[in-house]
């Protein structure tokens, strides 16, 4: 099969999910979700199971998103414009076609964005329900948003040892892997975005907060893989180190660009996880 992506978009059966009342009907949401995906629906619920308490996590978001009609509306607009002509912006801008379903639905919670595979199916899926708790739903942001979830496949694809579960496993590969996996799909955000060190999550005091202290960030991190501690506060809403949320995708991107000064992007997306750890130390020693 000719790779290519495939533009799926289930925004118009989203108010079908809900009762006339407003209330989330689950057994909607799954013929729903597998109307767009054969396996979506038991994907995002284990997730969910995994992640998140449905009743008090999951459901207050999904009966907001109802509710906010406006911004849904505007989240589909800007889908409709982020994905129309993207094949030729990505292999303009990274030289290479991918065969990826990108996906805009509502989810479980499990995401705004979130690059997985659904029975052997590179797919990108788009939570609209976090995409609008989040605000995310102008072109811009949606833009980077599919944008770094396709370097994420870009990035799979290029690095088998990244999708095989059994070669990274200990606490210290998981935390070198997540801030170069990361860091490669924030760098090619950036590069298709063209805007510069643009950061779809970030606002100007975030971004500012970040650039004063990357030294500190990227020694701290290092740290915690020396001493094998949960890095899980870097990455996330939901999360914060020193009161700031998601500051792994800064530092994440500023490492990738560090190693652009030895190594070609296609060299870095390739790279084993043990190399990629030594130039990490390299970078935060030398700040």
């Keep these: 099969m000719e790779a290519g992506m495939r533009i799926i978009d289930g925004f ?4 079908g999910i809900y009762s006339e009342n407003g209330s989330f009907d689950m057994n909607k949401w799954r013929s729903y979700a597998d109307s767009l995906c054969f396996g979506l629906s038991e994907k995002c619920e284990k997730d969910c ?6 009743d ?3 459901l207050p978001v999904l009966n907001k998103a109802y509710l906010d009609k406006e911004k849904l509306d505007k989240a589909h607009e800007s889908f409709l414009a ?15 076609n991918i065969d990826v379903d990108i996906i805009l639905y509502l989810g479980l919670c499990s995401g705004a964005g979130w690059a997985t595979d659904i029975n052997g199916k590179r797919c990108v899926l788009l939570g609209i329900e976090k995409i609008v708790e989040l605000g995310w739903q102008n072109i811009d942001t949606l833009s980077a948003l599919i944008y ?11 690095n088998k040892e990244l999708e095989d579960s059994d070669s990274i496993v200990t606490t210290r590969e998981k935390a ?3 801030l170069y996996e990361e860091g490669i799909a924030m760098l090619v955000e ?13 606002d100007k005091n975030l971004l500012g907060w970040c650039e004063k202290n990357e030294a500190m960030l990227a020694k701290e991190y290092l740290r915690r893989i020396i001493e094998n501690d949960s890095v899980q506060d870097f990455f996330g809403d939901w999360c914060s180190f020193m009161g700031h949320s998601d500051t792994g995708y800064f530092l994440g991107c500023r ?4 190693m652009l000064e030895s190594y070609s992007l296609k060299e870095i997306a390739t790279m084993d996880i043990e190399l990629v750890s030594q130039n990490f130390a390299r970078y935060a020693r030398r700040l």
């Design 176 to 178: 070198i892997a997540q």
């Design 49 to 54: 199971r995994e992640s998140y308490d449905f």
């Design 56 to 58: 008090k996590q999951v």
């Design 190 to 202: 950036q590069i298709l975005m063209d805007k510069g060190e643009y950061y779809h999550q970030y």
């Design 148 to 158: 770094h979830e396709l370097g994420h496949i870009w990035h799979f694809i290029l």
């Design 255 to 258: 490492f990738i660009r560090h």
């Design 12 to 15: 118009d059966g989203i108010y």
């Design 82 to 96: 982020a994905t129309s002509g993207i094949e030729d912006r990505f292999f303009n801008g990274l030289g290479m």
